[in-house]
């Protein structure tokens, strides 16, 4: 078989002018459909936690790694981070913050067919967009049919990610809530917002404001402590959080009333659950708050083995509690195909990162 001659580097910019949302959504879904079939192959979430040197106490040194396989797709992804980090108190919560004015985030992508290497990605744009695409997969399966008002917790690109998602696959938005801990940032979030959605987009100062009355509720933040309080909710509504965490850093959205008000709670890998020892499900079952036999995987769910919302009434979470790197090969196959399609990127000798035997 012939070898390829060059390898693409892709920048943020260059994901970020050719990227479709919905072909990440569609890839997505088909990365988990053949996740539970057992064609897809996934390998659990690794992270290294360390002191930093040279760093106050409580800087830690963190390096995260997964990969994944799409033969649909014919990509391998293996996805890393390189990063300070440290948890702060911000409005009387805990909140885990990102140090230093640049950060290491790539993305190999292999073709499997051949076992080349395709591109090299940054990270920081696409990484939010696969956390919100996962998330417009859950929202295709669990949305109510009627659904017209989202409450959205956060201003941050992942809340830019998780609203364009949600915005791409429930038609019938009509009114979306934003909240955040900086008005200010709120607000230009808001402004940014308004060209992505056809929905009317207003601020709220109140956390309660933004449960009240939302169809559903989505958190995308980087609290470490819940953002609401699960006595707000009503009947009916969709609860979405992204906080994984793991044993070195117990965080979480979302709280135990919102579990216990929950019909059926859906996450993206029930073992990550358990090897990260994460506190918004392993914690609560230790405590026996949810019974373990109504935590599915969001596989599941796109198969039709489990049933999604069963009435328009019961309250759904869908925790989309870590990072995979199936996802990481479903969106960045999407990445790569657009970027070709628009001669986007640098392209470099492929012959650097080869051994020829």
Known sequence: MELQETTLILK???IENVLSVRACIDAVEEAFKQLRSGTAKNLPRARIYTPAPGHETGTLYWFNNLAGAVPALDTMAL???SRLTREVMKGGKKRKELLGKSTIGLIFLFRMSTGELLAIMDDPYLSPVRVGATTGVALRYLA???DSVLGLFGSGSQARAQLQAASAVVKGLKEIKVFSMNPERRDKFIQAMRGETEAEIMGVSDPEAVVRGSDIVLCATNSSEPVFDGAWLERGTTVVSIVGGDHTLKRREIDDTVLEKSRAIFANSKLQIRLDEQATLFDSAKKEIKRADVVYELGDLVTGNVPGRTSQDEIITYHNNCGMG?????????????AVAAKAGRQVPADWFRTVL
């Open 79 to 81: 996805r890393i981070d």
């Open 144 to 146: 109510g049919e009627d």
């Open 12 to 14: 943020n910019e260059d």
């Open 326 to 338: 199936i996802q990481f090969a479903a969106v960045g196959a999407i990445a790569y195909r657009q």
